[in-house]
């Protein structure tokens, strides 16, 4: 379950008008907000490194290497890889998740509701021969370039339909041998859309909440917390409130801490 915008933001504002503290407008907890999300959302994969290392409980809602992947499952995609010819970019990255239906772009000045494409992920091929074509998807193994160029000379594996390789740079794939040249298809991640308060304006020039042309925070319940405390901080920044940045950091560092103890 997502976390609503219009609650975060009410939290915030009363947090920080109980002492007559400060205002943020919509434009400036946009920003904020969309930069807190983004920064949870980036934590995830070193959080994610770091259990990977340490033995996992087998209770039910106590894996935090399984609680963490739940997190970040949001924002799997999958596409299509389409071929482009060229000798070194066969394949371009994905132009629409599949999953969904909604266009990926490569770039943030798109709107807030673009799919920001982020992490490559799995690619696969169907073009595997006997004995090793089945129904599934062929994983395709990603070679660094030394790797990748020096692969065709090796005695011990050449490339093949059943054993292909990828060269992943400048946002295309090559991949070998080139007598694959179709069924390329490419796990991904993507970055959260961004966080927006809407609002229209009431007869006495205050902000009325929009909740059509709002857009929620993308990350899980479970986090609310956490957003509102680190939104806290950029806005004691923002309003130049020590106090503010002083209690909202001293949180952030505690959950922290019990995150990773």
Do not use: H
Request: aromatic share 10%; charged share 20%.
């Amino acid at each position: 379950m997502a976390i609503n915008v219009d609650n975060v933001y009410k939290t915030v504002l009363l947090i920080l008008n109980q002492e007559q503290r400060g205002y943020i407008t919509p434009d400036e907890f946009n920003k904020t907000a969309t930069q807190v999300q983004l920064d949870i959302f980036e934590g995830y994969f070193d959080d994610l490194n770091q259990q990977l290392r340490v033995p996992q409980a087998d209770f039910d809602y106590s894996n935090r290497q399984i609680d963490i992947d739940d997190k970040i499952s949001t924002f799997k995609c999958i596409g299509t890889c389409a071929y482009t010819g060229a000798a070194d970019a066969r394949f371009s990255l994905p132009t629409v998740d599949l999953l969904t239906g909604n266009t990926v772009v490569y770039n943030d000045s798109v709107g807030t509701n673009q799919f920001s494409f982020y992490r490559l992920g799995t690619v696969t091929s169907n073009d595997a021969q006997p004995p090793i074509a089945t129904q599934f998807p062929n994983e395709i193994e990603r070679l660094q370039r030394i790797e990748f160029y020096n692969i065709d000379k090796s005695d011990l594996t050449v490339p093949s339909s059943n054993y292909p390789v990828y060269l992943y740079e400048s946002g295309k794939l090559s991949i070998k041998p080139t007598s694959i040249q179709t069924n390329v298809k490419t796990s991904f991640l993507r970055k959260p859309v961004n966080v927006n308060w809407a609002f229209t304006v009431g007869g006495l020039g205050q902000y009325i909440y929009d909740s059509v042309n709002s857009v929620n925070f993308e990350l899980q319940s479970s986090e609310q917390v956490s957003v509102i405390t680190k939104i806290l901080l950029y806005s004691g920044i923002i309003i130049q409130d020590p106090t503010i940045i002083q209690v909202a950091s001293q949180q952030i560092q505690q959950e922290e801490q019990n995150a990773k103890s």
